[in-house]
C-alpha cells in the first residue's frame, strides 16, 4: 500500500531557527512529490519535486528530493511567526493524491 | 491569479440532510477533485472527476456522494443523507492535466474549502 510518512509530527521553535521537515514515501509508479503549506484553511502550494538532487528554492524556502532513498526534506531557514501552519507533503497519483499527515510548524516571537 | 472558489464557506446542517457543496475550479483546468479534512486529521481523497466522469474514488465516497459538473464552470459535491461523521472541510482542487486525457502527475490548486457542520 502506498504511503507518505512526514516528521516530525509537531516542531515548536523561536523566530530566526532554521527548521529541517521530513517526508518519506512508498508509492508505485512515482513521478512527483509535492510540499504544500496549509494555515488556516485549504493547502497552498510551495514546491513540486520531480527530480532528485536538485534544490527548488523560494525565498528562506527550499526543497530537495532523493529517489534512491524515497525521501524529501522542506528547509525554512530565519524562520519567521508567520511560518507556522501544517506543511503537507503530498504525492500525486494516477487519479488522486497521497498526503502525509503533516508537520504543525509553530514559531514563538 | 486564477483560483479555485468554493461556496459557501460555512454550512450546518441536520443529520440526513442533503447537501450540495459547491466549487468553481480554474477555468482552463481539466481534472477536478474533492478532498475532505475532519478536523485534527489528515487530508483524504474522496474523487476526482476528468471528462464529465468519475475517475477515480475513495472508499470514503460511498452511495451517499455524488459529483456533478452541471453546466461549463461549476463542479459540485453532494452528499444524500449527511451523517454526522460527515462534518469536516471540504476541499475542492483542480489541475491542468495533460494530453489526450493523459492524466497528468501535475500541481493541484485547492480552493479555500467549505466546512460542513451536520448537527
Known amino acids: 500500500e502506498d504511503k507518505v510518512v512526514q516528521s516530525p509530527l509537531s516542531l515548536v521553535v523561536h523566530e530566526g531557527d532554521t527548521v529541517t521537515l521530513n517526508c518519506s514515501y512508498e508509492?508505485?509508479?512515482?513521478?512527483?512529490l509535492l510540499w504544500y503549506k496549509q494555515e488556516k484553511k485549504a493547502p497552498t502550494f510551495l514546491f513540486m519535486l520531480?527530480?532528485?538532487?536538485i534544490e527548488k528554492k523560494s525565498g528562506r524556502l527550499s526543497s530537495i528530493l532523493d529517489k534512491k532513498e524515497l525521501f524529501s526534506i522542506l528547509n525554512i531557514t530565519a524562520t519567521q511567526t508567520g511560518d507556522s501552519a501544517v506543511y503537507l507533503c503530498?504525492?500525486?497519483?494516477?487519479?488522486?493524491?497521497?498526503f502525509g499527515a503533516g508537520t504543525r510548524l509553530t514559531v514563538k516571537p | 491569479e486564477p483560483e479555485v472558489t468554493q461556496t459557501p464557506s460555512h454550512q450546518v446542517t441536520q443529520m440526513g440532510q442533503e447537501v450540495i457543496l459547491r466549487c468553481v475550479p480554474i477555468?482552463?483546468?481539466?481534472?477536478f477533485y474533492w478532498y475532505r479534512q475532519i478536523l485534527g486529521q489528515k487530508v483524504e481523497f474522496l474523487v476526482s472527476?476528468?471528462?464529465?466522469?468519475?475517475?477515480?474514488k475513495s472508499e470514503i465516497f460511498d452511495d451517499q456522494f455524488s459529483v456533478e459538473r452541471p453546466d461549463g464552470s461549476n463542479f459540485t459535491l453532494k452528499i444524500r443523507s449527511t451523517k454526522l461523521e460527515d462534518s469536516a472541510m471540504y476541499f475542492c482542487?483542480?489541475?491542468?492535466?495533460?494530453?489526450?486525457?493523459?492524466?497528468?502527475?501535475?500541481?493541484?490548486?485547492f480552493g479555500p474549502g467549505t466546512r460542513l457542520l451536520v448537527l
Open positions: 482542487a483542480s489541475s491542468r492535466g495533460g494530453l489526450a486525457g493523459v492524466p497528468l502527475q501535475e500541481t493541484q490548486y
Open positions: 508509492v508505485t509508479n512515482f513521478r512527483s
Open positions: 520531480t527530480s532528485s538532487g
Open positions: 503530498a504525492i500525486p497519483r494516477n487519479n488522486d493524491m497521497r
Open positions: 477555468s482552463n483546468h481539466l481534472y
Open positions: 472527476f476528468y471528462n464529465n466522469e468519475i475517475s477515480e
